[in-house]
């Protein structure tokens, strides 16, 4: 998990931070899947490597932890888990909405809800295994509607005359991960099996 705001403007893989998720997915069609998710995780950044001189002089750092609950529709470009398995991958895209809980709210700054709405959107890949075990890797991105993920906003910091944030700018978070699933209802026979019992008793009179 990473994130871009007002330490990063584009995303920083050294300051990547583990984080995990569980899902449970529904096959609406071979075309669309939905999908429910608890993903919780942790982002950072820091200007130890400042992009300019305004970064040099703000010196900041912080560490969020996050618990994210997203519903979402995922379309695939292929037909997904087709009868014959003769299609045993799908790349996909998703897009749907999500609820944030910011864990630890960094103090000392405007007040703002721990609580808040995002957007999930990404893409990814398939791989069927077998009849019940799908592997799946993705990357997304969570739009929020707020510019205090990184405890920083609008500039009613100063220091030494410098603007501390961007207004601007709202933050955003990425979840890049592997996921592994696993069928958990078992597959009906579409034909069952009736004995003619009619049959059975004339064998059995003969």
């Not at 996921?179 to 008793?201: D, G, Q």
Request: proline residues 6%; hydrophobic residues 35%; charged residues 20%.
């Amino acid at each position: 998990m990473y994130y871009t705001g007002d330490i990063s403007s584009t995303p920083q893989f050294s300051q990547t931070r583990l984080a995990g998720t569980a899902i449970y997915r529904m096959n609406l069609s071979q075309i669309v899947s939905f999908k429910l998710a608890l993903t919780g995780g942790q982002i950072s950044a820091n200007d130890g490597h400042p992009r300019d001189a305004l970064a040099r002089e703000r010196n900041y750092s912080f560490k969020q932890n996050l618990l994210e609950f997203s519903s979402v529709f995922e379309y695939h470009f292929l037909n997904y888990r087709p009868d014959d398995y003769r299609s045993k991958w799908a790349p996909y895209a998703f897009l749907g909405f999500g609820v944030l809980r910011i864990l630890n709210p960094i103090p000392g700054y405007k007040d703002y809800k721990a609580t808040q709405p995002v957007i999930p959107m990404g893409a990814g890949v398939k791989y069927v295994l077998s009849k019940r075990l799908t592997l799946s890797g993705e990357i997304g991105a969570r739009k929020t509607f707020f510019d205090y993920l990184d405890g920083i906003s609008d500039g009613d910091i100063h220091i030494k005359n410098y603007q501390f944030g961007n207004p601007v700018d709202k933050d955003w978070y990425f979840f890049t991960g592997i996921s592994l699933t696993y069928v958990l209802y078992k597959i009906p026979c579409p034909f069952p099996y009736v004995p003619n019992r009619s049959i059975i008793n004339k064998i059995r009179g003969h």
